[in-house]
Nanobody, 124 residues
Framework: QVQLVESGGGLVQAGGSLRLSCAAS????????MGWFRQAPGKEREFVAV????????NYADAVKGRFTISRDNAKRTVYLQMNSLKPEDTAVYYC?????????????????WGQGTQVTVSS
């Protein structure tokens, strides 16, 4: 098992930026893909971004393409989500997750470990 802890959420005005961090335990962090998901009130959890084990491949949801960037630092056992040009519709609880695989699969069922989440609120 791996423990994931998200941080960096908060309240920001539309057009602003935030960077989320996810710190992972375990010595095999570098062997797995990592992803970000989000869930807004009254809505289902949705995929946001994923990055392969070595950062060579990334995928993004259409709603965040061009605005969000996922990255990872395997030496620090940390994955990041840089969020720019934030919109009110980005408001949600953001979850970090570790994939069962080394690649960049995007289904939530392909992820085996989840953090507690961090709240992101974007005001207009």
């Amino acid at each position: 098992q791996v423990q994931l802890v998200e941080s960096g959420g908060g309240l920001v005005q539309a057009g602003g930026s935030l960077r989320l961090s996810c710190a992972a335990s375990g010595r095999t962090f570098s062997a797995y893909g990592m992803g970000w998901f989000r869930q807004a009130p009254g809505k289902e959890r949705e995929f946001v971004a994923v990055i392969s084990y070595n950062g060579g491949t990334t995928n993004y949801a259409d709603a965040v393409k061009g605005r969000f960037t996922i990255s990872r630092d395997n030496a620090k056992r940390t994955v990041y989500l840089q969020m720019n040009s934030l919109k009110p519709e980005d408001t949600a609880v953001y979850y970090c997750a570790r994939s069962d695989y080394s690649g960049s699969r995007v289904s939530s069922t392909d992820f085996n470990s989840w953090g507690q989440g961090t709240q992101v609120t974007v005001s207009s």
